[in-house]
């Protein structure tokens, strides 16, 4: 693909084998995509965001020539850290100074992102909002979950979870799991609240009673199986913004 | 109840305590200075109610019958108090854990707060702030965030004035790029960087408490008026200045948006009368504001929190 136009890209870390497998499971599908890695989209030779009237035009062209702008038409963000090996002979606060700015320019660079994207950058995470455990758990009281309740300071013992992932509005539960009305309508609700279009929720289930524990935006997408990539095919593929 | 949180000598803190007093509201007061004197501990049950309990000396207060907080909460690791603890002191990590929990119920307690944290996210990436600013009908400078030297030099020389900032909540000095720069764009490798196209015009700052708008004319002739006297050797001068209700109340729209109670608004209106926004700054130090102008902010600040 080099010197191309991307139209669908998958954006994450090297090591995240969750992206990577979603990657090839697309690609089996006929999605003609692109794993970019963090260190690729930093490193590259010319990042470029820049106000266009009232709106943002992105463009990033990677080492290979490979162009990321206004063609794209569907990402997979799953952009979790920085990358920080350049900045390594930098006194440290510099290079904390550094790693803030670079934040600042990739969150607004991955919020501004042409196209359909999953996993839409936010302030508080380069992939979507990271909650504090007790933001998740108001939230999801708010949502209409019931949750198992946080104590500053400590944990108690829960019963194993379950998790459920929502795509872009899409709630994936567990292949032969029978899922509450209630915790489907609940985790949707949460998801939109939430906004970044991915999540992965975790609730306990004691008696067919299900308990909201914790959510995260950067999920283990391959518990979800197929389900989760015919989610991701479909919001990819849209021709509108998607959902959170 | 009101909490108010920080250090409670800095002029913010100390002026809306005095303007608290003035209308005998009921507060408590968390100097982060004497942590050592304080507990807190809070849960979220199973529906998402939140409750707990803050010690301060003797003092213990059920956290529901806080209804308002102004909060301005310092790193801990920069408190004098706790930088003379001994490395390895527990205490030191009782520190870390107290204002880790205190920030983190800031952000889930119930009534009006001042500011959630949650809510201040969007400083940390201005130019991610200034695509939600756009959204609100105020116009943004032209702006440029690239690591590409033929990038930048390209914006350099098709603009009459252009300025270079931090991107994200580092405090900087805007500066007015100079030709000598351009000999500097090969460091834009190492971290991209935000240029903007400067804009001519009088300085406006806009406090938004709630829905009462207080806005400041600052006149001076350097590029970032709050380095005026290291820029230009003479200091800004401050008047309070009549804001079009227009934009008053696209400013009281951006900050409820943001989630925020109470914001500082760097707006700068040009001689053709078009009104810019730079940043909304979600922990305003506005007695740099009041004091010069006895715009009666502190007071406006007191009332919110005891409108709750």
């Not at chain 2, 004098?80 to 001994?86: G, T, W």
């Not at chain 2, 930048?152 to 000598?180: C, D, H, L, N, W």
């Not at chain 2, 001519?200 to 829905?211: A, E, F, M, Y």
Request: a negative charge; glycine letters at 10%.
């Amino acid at each position: 693909m080099a010197g191309t136009d991307l139209e669908y890209a998958v954006l994450c870390g090297p090591e995240d084998g969750s992206a990577l497998w979603a990657a090839g499971r697309l690609r089996d599908r006929g999605v003609a995509l692109r794993v970019v890695t963090v260190e690729e989209l930093v490193y590259a030779p010319s990042i470029r965001y820049a106000t266009v009237g009232t709106g943002v035009v992105t463009e990033v062209r990677l080492g290979d020539g490979t162009v990321l702008g206004p063609n794209l038409r569907g990402t997979l963000n799953r952009v979790a850290r920085l990358p920080s090996a350049h900045l390594e002979a930098t006194p440290s606060t510099e290079r904390d100074y550094m790693l803030q700015e670079l934040h600042a320019v990739l969150v607004s660079l991955l919020h501004a992102w042409p196209g359909v994207v999953v996993g839409r950058a936010d302030p508080r995470g380069l992939c979507g909002a990271w909650w504090r455990p007790a933001e998740w758990m108001v939230a999801a009281g708010q949502a209409g979950l019931v949750g198992v309740g946080y104590r500053s300071g400590g944990s108690d013992e829960v019963p194993s979870s379950q998790t459920v992932l929502v795509v872009a509005g899409e709630v994936v539960t567990p292949s032969g799991v029978e899922v509450p009305e209630a915790v489907v309508a609940g985790s949707r609700t949460l998801a939109a609240r939430h906004g970044g279009g991915l999540l992965g929720l975790d609730f306990a289930v004691e008696s067919a009673a299900w308990a909201f524990q914790s959510g995260t935006a950067w999920p283990d997408l391959r518990p979800g199986g197929e389900a989760v990539v015919d989610a991701l095919h479909a919001a990819l593929s849209a021709r509108e913004p998607v959902p959170a | 109840m009101i909490l108010v949180a920080g250090i409670p000598s800095e002029p913010p803190l100390q002026e809306a305590l005095d303007a608290l007093s003035d209308l005998r509201a009921d507060v408590v007061v968390l100097s982060q200075r004497r942590c050592a004197e304080i507990d807190l501990a809070f849960a979220v049950d199973s529906s998402g109610a939140v409750d707990g309990v803050l010690r301060i000396g003797r003092r213990h207060i059920a956290l529901r019958e806080v209804t308002g907080v102004y909060a301005r909460l310092m790193d801990h690791r920069n408190i004098p108090e706790y930088q003379r603890l001994d490395v390895g002191d527990p205490e030191r990590d009782r520190w870390a854990a107290l204002n880790d929990t205190l920030a983190a119920w800031v952000d889930v307690a119930p009534g009006t707060i001042v500011n959630r944290s949650s809510a201040m996210a969007s400083n940390g990436a201005k130019p991610y702030q200034g695509q939600l600013i756009a959204r609100h009908g105020l116009l943004t400078p032209e702006t440029l965030l690239t690591n590409d030297p033929e990038v930048a030099r390209e914006f350099y020389a098709s603009r009459p004035r252009v300025v270079f900032k931090s991107a994200s909540g580092a405090r900087s000095i805007v500066q007015t790029m100079e030709p000598g720069d351009l000999e500097r764009l090969g460091t834009l490798r190492a971290c991209p960087v935000q240029f903007q196209t400067w804009v001519p015009g009088t300085d406006v700052r806009v406090h938004v408490v709630g829905s009462e708008v207080f806005a400041t004319a600052i006149t001076t002739t350097a590029t970032d008026y709050r380095y005026a006297t290291a820029q230009v050797e003479e200091p800004a001068r401050l008047e309070p200045h009549e804001l079009d209700d227009d934009v008053a109340q696209r400013c009281v729209a951006l900050t409820a948006d943001l989630g925020l109670e109470f914001a500082g608004i760097d707006l700068k209106i040009t001689p053709d009368g078009e009104v810019y926004c730079f940043e909304v700054n979600p922990s305003p130090a506005y007695t740099y504001f009041s004091g010069q102008t006895k715009q009666p902010i502190p007071e406006a600040l007191a009332r919110h929190l005891l409108a709750a």
